[in-house]
C-alpha cells in the first residue's frame, strides 16, 4: 500500500514527527554510476525556506543511503535509504489532537484507523515526499545515462500575488508542468498499464494534487478529430514522427518517441493563517487558530516531487520494456 | 500487465477480431447473489448502434460465465467470462497492416512489439472495453448491496452537434462525470494508494482518455485555500459531515462519507470518415481512405464502462479496508 | 489468489463440473513461434485413462486459444484459452454436498467461504491442473528456443503394484523428478524470490503435493559441508562450472548454469474405492460409499504439471533477468 | 524481487558490510499493542555467540523502529526500522573479491549482476536474516494477541557431535520444525496461494534451505492413502476435528484448524575452517583460506527466522482472509 511500481518498486515510511522518513528502491539496475552529491542537491529542491510563502520549517533532510550503492555504483540491491526528521516540534500539534482539520486527512484517517499520529499529520504529511525525491532522484541520474530528461516547471502565482494571499492569511494552488525528453517509443504497456495510467497515478498520489492530464488533457474534449490529428512525417534521419504533439508523446498508452508533456493541478494548502471553524471527535463546534510554519503555496517546492515521480514511472517502463521480447 | 486491481483483481485478454474477449474476476467475496440477466442488460449498455453517431458494428456481445458462479450465488472463486466476436470482418483491415494510422496505437504498438495484430486495432480496439463492463457489472452488483451505487453522465454534443459533426466526416470528443453515493468513510490507502490515485488509473486507462480530475479538479488551481475549504459540520443523525464538497468525496486519499466526484476526459474518435495522410512502415507519406462503422463520438457509449472501472476501484477499496484493523 | 507469476502471469478460472477450465497467459515475450498441434499433444499427456489405475474420466481436453496468437506467433497480448468440461457427470456428487470427504478441502472450503461447488470438488478438483498444463506448454515452446528444456520422471509404483493396491480399494502416493536443461546462470532473485523458492511455491500449489527439495535436498542436512561441496572448475570451453553437482544447479538462490535438479512428493489419493467414516456439516457421522472413477495413483499424470509449472517459474526468471542490468 | 507478502508486506535492504541492514512492514493492522523490549529479546535470539560452534561476531543488532509505531501502538502506516551493522571488518574479504567460493553465492551473483559487495557476501550474507527476525517478531506479536503462537525446534547435532566437526574444520546442517498453534480453519487460498505453498516459499528463501514438506511429508509419497486418512470427528465441544493430523494441518491448501507442521531442511554451512580449493574469475586454480568467525552449524541461529516467516505468511493470510466474504 506504500508501494509503487512493477519492477523498480519504491516502498516509503515514516511520519512527520517520527524519527525518520525512508524508503527502499528496489530493481534499480546494477553497475550504474550514482553521484550522491548530486542526489543530495536534488534532494535540497524541495527544502522549505527557499522561496516566497514557503514554510520556515528548518529539515535540513540530509539523505543517509545506507544499502545497494557502494564505491558510487549500484549493486542491483534494493537502495535503502532514511532521511532524519530534525525539526519536529511535536508539541505544536498537541491541542489538535482531538479536533480535524478541514480539507485535512485527520478525519478519513481517524475512521479507517481508529488512531492516529496527530503530530504534523503523521504520515498524511507532505513531509512524506521527501522519500519520493530521494528515489526519484536516483532514478533521474539512471535516466540521465539513456539520455533522457525529465523537467518540470510551476505554473504558480507571482511573488506579489503570494505576498497578497499570504496577507490576508490565506493560500494557493496551482499547476505544474512535466515534460520528459528523450523517452524512446514503446514505453507503456497497453490495457490497464497504459504510460498515461501509470503516470496518473503516480502524480495524483503527491499530496494536494486533484487533477491529471497529457497532451491536449481536458482541451481535447471539446475539440474536433480534425483538430488533434498527430500526423505522422518521416524525418530528415528516416525516423517518423508526429508533426504535431496533441497526444503528448503517448498514443494508445505507449511513448512514441515525442516529447512527454503532462499537467498536474495541485490545490490551495488547507492550513490558513486565519481561525478555521471545525468539529472535534465528537462533532462539537470548535476553532482551530491561525496556523504558522506553513507553506502559502507548495507549487514550487513539488516541482521536484513531480520529477521523482515522473522519473520512477519512466525508469520502471523502460525496464519492463525489456520483456517485451525474447 | 493487463492486469488491474489488488485484492479483487481483473485479467482480461482479446484481440477485436479474435474468437473472443474476456477475462477472469478474482477477488469477489463469497455467496453474494448475481443476476445474470441485470449483468448482460449492464453491457448492453455499451452495445454500438444505440445513439447517433455510433459505430454500425452488430455485435450481440453475449456473456458466458464459466466460472466461480453457482446456483446464483458467487463462490468466492475467480469468475472467468467470455464474450464471443461475431461481426469480425477482417477482410476490412488488411490493406491497412502495413500503415500507421495517426492518433492510433499502430506505430507505438509496432515498435514496442515488432508485431501487431492489425485487424480492428488487435488488443488496442476499444472492443477491449467489453471485459471490463462484464467485470464492472459484477462489481456493481456487490456494491448495491452494501448500498453502495455509482452513476455516471456524458457531457457530449447534442444530436445536431453530432449530425453536423457526422457530415464533415470529422468526430469529437467529451466529458464523463462519475458520482460514487453511499460509499463509507475510511475507503483508499494513504500514500501511493490513494483512492483518487488508483480511480485516476483505473479512468485512465479506458481508450482515449486524456484526463481526470476529482472534486473542483483543475479549478482547485486558481482558487483560495479558503474558497474550497469543506467545512465540518455535525448532522441531525449525530454524524459528521462537510458542508460542500469541494474535495469530491476524498480527504488525504481516503474516502469521507460524501459522494465521490470525478470527472473523465475523452478525446475525439481518431477515425475520421475522410481521406488522411499518414506514413507507412517505410516512411513514405499514403493516404488512408475514409472510414466506415465508427463512432463519432464515443462518449455515450463510455458511460458503462467509467462506471464499471469505478466499481472495480470501490470494491477492491472496500475489501481492502476490512484488512485495516485486526 | 488464483495468479502466478511476476512477468510472466498465469491467471486461471474454473470449477471441476461447471462449464470450463480457462485462463490467461500475460507476458510472453512477442513474435514466438507456437505450435498449437504441439501444445494439444502435450496437454494430452495429462488426459485420465492412458497408465494403470488412472481416472476413466473420459475428458477429451481439446484446447481452445482465445487471443494473443496470431498466424501461429505471439502478439505480447494476453494468450486466453479455455478447455470445456464436456463429461461432468454432477449427480454423482449430490450426495456428498453435506459430507466432508477425509483428506479433501471439502470442509476447510466450507469454512472459510460458507459456500462451495460440491461437483467434483469444484475448484479444488485436480481438473484444476489442466489450465496449468496448457499456459506451461506454451512456456516449454518459448523456453525451447532459447535452448531451454525440461523434463519430469515419476518415481512411482509398478503397474504390479499399483494393481493390488487397486484390488484393496487402496491409493498410493510418489514422487517426481524434474531436471531443467540449459538453463542460464544468472536466474532467479536473491533474497524472497530465489530460484529455488519460486520453483517450490510452484510445485506446491499442485494438489497433493506435500514436499518439495532440490539438489541433495533433504539428506543435505545430515551432511558434513566437506561432503557436498561443488568445486569450481575450468572447462574446456572456458567456461566455469562445477565437479559435481549436489547444490541442484542454484546457489545463493541464482542458478549456476548446471542442471536444475527438484523433487516433489504426492501424497496418496485421497480417494478411496472402500467405504469411508467421516461427519456431515452437523458433526453427525456418516459413511461414504466407494468411489469410481478416480486415480489409484495420481503422479503419472502430473508429471506434465510439474513440468508445466517449472516452465512457468524459469521462463518468468529467464524475464526478469533482463532488467537486472541496463 | 526484496519484498515478500500480498497484503502484510515485508521489504528488506542491507549489505552484511554496509552501514545497516532494514526493512519496511507494511499492512500490519492499526491499533495494535507491540511490546518493543520483547521484540528485541526475540532478535537476540538469532545472534551470534550464543551456541557452540556460532560465529564470533559481536553484533549488537539493536533494533532501532522508525515508523510506524507510536505510543506503543501500531498505526497502520508502515513500520520502518534498521539494525546498525557495527562489528563489520571488512578488510577480512578484501583478497576473496576475485575468487568464487563453493556453494556459495559469489559466483552467481557476479554473472547475474557483473558486481558484487564482496565484504562478507554483501546481500547474499545470512545477515540478511536480522530484519526477518524483526518483521516476523512483530508479527509473531500481533498473532499472539489472536491466540496464535509459533514454535519451532532445532533437529541438529548434539555438542559433543559439533565439538568434533569443528576439530575437522568441517561444518553441519540440519533440520528444523516449526508449528503453528491456535490459527483458525480458512487460511490459505486454494490454488497458487496455498498455505503450504506461501509456507514453502517463504522457508525455501531462507539462506542455505534446501527442501521442505508439511504433515507426513516426503513419507506420505511411500504410504497408502488409508494410512494416512486423517479421519474427521465430533469434539466435546461441538466442533468438527481431526483424530490424526498426517495432513499438517493443511487439506486442499487451506488450514483446518489443528496445528501446522512443517520442516525446513538446511545445508551445511559452506564456509569451512580448512583450506578449500576454487578458481578466480578467470577460471584459474586458487586455494582459499582457512576461515574463522563462522557458525559450525546455522541451525539453531536459524529458529527464530524460520519462526519469523511462518508468523509472516500466517498473518498474511489471516488478513486475506478477512476479504473472503462481504
Same mark, same amino acid.
Given at each position: 500500500?506504500?508501494?509503487?511500481?512493477?519492477?523498480?518498486?519504491?516502498?516509503?515510511?515514516?511520519?512527520?514527527?517520527?524519527?525518520?522518513?525512508?524508503?527502499?528502491?528496489?530493481?534499480?539496475?546494477?553497475?550504474?554510476?550514482?553521484?550522491?552529491?548530486?542526489?543530495?542537491?536534488?534532494?535540497?529542491?524541495?527544502?522549505?525556506?527557499?522561496?516566497?510563502?514557503?514554510?520556515?520549517?528548518?529539515?535540513?533532510?540530509?539523505?543517509?543511503?545506507?544499502?545497494?550503492?557502494?564505491?558510487?555504483?549500484?549493486?542491483?540491491?534494493?537502495?535503502?535509504?532514511?532521511?532524519?526528521?530534525?525539526?519536529?516540534?511535536?508539541?505544536?500539534?498537541?491541542?489538535?489532537?482531538?479536533?480535524?482539520?478541514?480539507?485535512?486527512?485527520?478525519?478519513?484517517?481517524?475512521?479507517?484507523?481508529?488512531?492516529?499520529?496527530?503530530?504534523?499529520?503523521?504520515?498524511?504529511?507532505?513531509?512524506?515526499?521527501?522519500?519520493?525525491?530521494?528515489?526519484?532522484?536516483?532514478? *533521474?541520474?539512471?535516466?540521465?545515462? !539513456? @539520455?533522457?530528461? $525529465? /523537467?518540470? %516547471?510551476?505554473?504558480? &502565482?507571482? #511573488?506579489?500575488?503570494?505576498?497578497?494571499? *499570504?496577507?490576508?492569511?490565506?493560500? !494557493? @494552488?496551482?499547476? $505544474? /508542468?512535466? %515534460?520528459?525528453?528523450? &523517452?524512446? #517509443?514503446?514505453?507503456?504497456?497497453?490495457?490497464?498499464?497504459?504510460?498515461?495510467?501509470?503516470?496518473?497515478?503516480?502524480?495524483?498520489?503527491?499530496?494536494?494534487?486533484?487533477?491529471?492530464?497529457?497532451?491536449?488533457?481536458?482541451?481535447?474534449?471539446?475539440?474536433?478529430?480534425?483538430?488533434?490529428?498527430?500526423?505522422?512525417?518521416?524525418?530528415?534521419?528516416?525516423?517518423?514522427?508526429?508533426?504535431?504533439?496533441?497526444?503528448?508523446?503517448?498514443?494508445?498508452?505507449?511513448?512514441?518517441?515525442?516529447?512527454?508533456?503532462?499537467?498536474?493541478?495541485?490545490?490551495?494548502?488547507?492550513?490558513?493563517?486565519?481561525?478555521?471553524?471545525?468539529?472535534?471527535?465528537?462533532?462539537?463546534?470548535?476553532?482551530?487558530?491561525?496556523?504558522?510554519?506553513?507553506?502559502?503555496?507548495?507549487?514550487?517546492?513539488?516541482?521536484?516531487?513531480?520529477?521523482?515521480?515522473?522519473?520512477?514511472?519512466?525508469?520502471?517502463?523502460?525496464?519492463?520494456?525489456?520483456?517485451?521480447?525474447?
Amino acid at each position: 500500500m506504500n508501494t509503487i511500481g512493477k519492477i523498480l518498486t519504491l516502498s516509503t515510511f515514516g511520519e512527520s514527527h517520527g524519527p525518520a522518513m525512508g524508503g527502499v528502491l528496489d530493481g534499480v539496475p546494477a553497475g550504474v554510476d550514482i553521484d550522491l552529491d548530486a542526489l543530495q542537491r536534488f534532494v535540497d529542491r524541495r527544502r522549505p525556506g527557499q522561496t516566497v510563502g514557503a514554510s520556515s520549517r528548518g529539515e535540513q533532510d540530509r539523505v543517509e543511503v545506507l544499502s545497494g550503492i557502494w564505491q558510487g555504483k549500484t549493486l542491483g540491491t534494493p537502495i535503502g535509504f532514511i532521511v532524519r526528521n530534525t525539526d519536529a516540534r511535536s508539541e505544536d500539534y498537541e491541542p489538535l489532537a482531538r479536533c480535524f482539520r478541514p480539507n485535512h486527512a485527520d478525519y478519513t484517517w481517524q475512521v479507517k484507523y481508529g488512531i492516529r499520529d496527530p503530530r504534523g499529520g503523521g504520515r498524511a504529511s507532505a513531509r512524506e515526499t521527501v522519500a519520493r525525491v530521494v528515489a526519484g532522484g536516483i532514478a *533521474m541520474q539512471v535516466l540521465g545515462r !539513456l @539520455g533522457i530528461t $525529465i /523537467e518540470a %516547471v510551476a505554473r504558480a &502565482a507571482d #511573488a506579489a500575488t503570494l505576498q497578497r494571499v *499570504m496577507a490576508d492569511g490565506d493560500t !494557493l @494552488g496551482g499547476i $505544474i /508542468e512535466c %515534460v520528459v525528453h528523450g &523517452a524512446p #517509443a514503446g514505453l507503456g504497456e497497453p490495457v490497464y498499464g497504459k504510460l498515461h495510467a501509470r503516470l496518473a497515478a503516480a502524480m495524483m498520489s503527491i499530496p494536494s494534487v486533484h487533477g491529471f492530464e497529457y497532451g491536449d488533457g481536458f482541451e481535447m474534449a471539446a475539440k474536433r478529430g480534425s483538430e488533434v490529428m498527430d500526423t505522422f512525417e518521416k524525418r530528415d534521419d528516416g525516423s517518423i514522427g508526429t508533426a504535431t504533439n496533441h497526444s503528448g508523446g503517448i498514443q494508445g498508452g505507449i511513448s512514441n518517441g515525442e516529447d512527454i508533456v503532462m499537467r498536474v493541478a495541485f490545490k490551495p494548502v488547507p492550513t490558513l493563517m486565519r481561525e478555521v471553524p471545525t468539529v472535534d471527535r465528537d462533532g462539537n463546534p470548535v476553532t482551530l487558530p491561525p496556523r504558522g510554519r506553513h507553506d502559502v503555496c507548495v507549487v514550487p517546492r513539488a516541482v521536484p516531487v513531480v520529477e521523482a515521480m515522473a522519473a520512477l514511472v519512466i525508469l520502471d517502463n523502460y525496464l519492463i520494456k525489456k520483456t517485451n521480447v525474447l
